[in-house]
């Protein structure tokens, strides 16, 4: 079935990605993506108040995951004043695809919103403590740096080290190992690892959880059907046939799902202890 995006009808040329290497990509990546898949954090999160530690944790993955999106969008068009045409134009696309469903997604009710801003409305619908993330984001207003933010906050040690594992990613200045970590660590796992979590939470809270709800069942669909291809493309088309850019790429990939793994474990250590 042909992939499209419902809101633009976009259909990727999906004939232009290099198969083989992806595969060869996902073969070398499966060890770690099934430690992923196989994390007890899962089957730790029974009930609600579970439910929010994590959130109270993930939503700075979320967040970051928007700063990654950016940078790629700013590394494969023009995003300066007075505009010039930049880079490929298939990958100009194929982010800008992205970006509008990311940043200006729709709610329940069909009004513009990012998906970060949805996770943070299905927090506080299920009582979450959004303060930190609040606090965080009002810093960055304010035009503080994001590792001063990090440090001066009481930002728990696991989640402070994936966001800096991000930002090193974003601060490299690679597009094709940003790609990288944004497709194989986060668009290409964000699917099944959501799927683990839903669960039947939902029934037993109605009317406690449909915001976050309607969040997953949106990720999922647009991460299966739009984004995961257009990522791998994305990829494909930047490394090309560069053999050393494939195996950076690879190098990313795993030390993503190290830190995705790390960031599991210290969220799993929180619901343990209380």
Request: glycine content about 4%.
């Amino acid at each position: 079935m042909p992939i499209t995006s419902e809101k633009t009808g976009y259909l990727p040329s999906l004939h232009h990605i290099n198969q083989e290497r992806i595969n060869w990509l996902q073969r070398e990546l499966r060890p770690h993506r099934e430690a992923l898949m196989q994390h007890p954090l899962y089957e730790s999160i029974y009930d609600l108040a579970d439910l929010r530690v994590f959130m109270e944790h993930h939503i700075f993955a979320v967040w970051d995951f928007m700063s990654l999106l950016k940078s790629l969008q700013r590394h494969l068009t023009c995003v300066d004043v007075p505009w010039t045409p930049h880079g490929n134009p298939s990958s100009r696309r194929l982010i800008n695809e992205i970006v509008l469903e990311e940043e200006t997604d729709v709610d329940p009710e069909g009004n513009p919103i990012s998906h970060f801003e949805l996770y943070v409305r299905a927090m506080e619908e299920c009582g979450a403590d959004t303060r930190l993330i609040h606090e965080f984001m009002a810093g960055l207003h304010q035009g503080k740096a994001v590792f001063t933010q990090l440090e001066n906050l009481p930002v728990p040690g696991h989640t402070k080290d994936f966001v800096k594992h991000t930002f090193q990613i974003i601060q490299s200045g690679q597009a094709h190992r940003i790609a990288a970590a944004f497709t194989f660590g986060r668009e290409d796992v964000i699917p099944d690892m959501f799927r683990c979590l839903i669960g039947d939470m939902n029934r037993r809270y109605p009317g406690t959880l449909d915001t976050f709800q309607f969040y997953m069942d949106r990720h999922i669909q647009l991460d299966d059907e739009v984004h995961s291809p257009l990522a791998m493309q994305m990829v494909s088309e930047l490394c090309g046939d560069d053999q050393l850019k494939w195996a950076e790429c690879l190098e990313e990939a795993i030390a993503c799902q190290r830190m995705r793994l790390h960031l599991w474990d210290g969220i799993l250590a929180r619901i343990q202890r209380y």
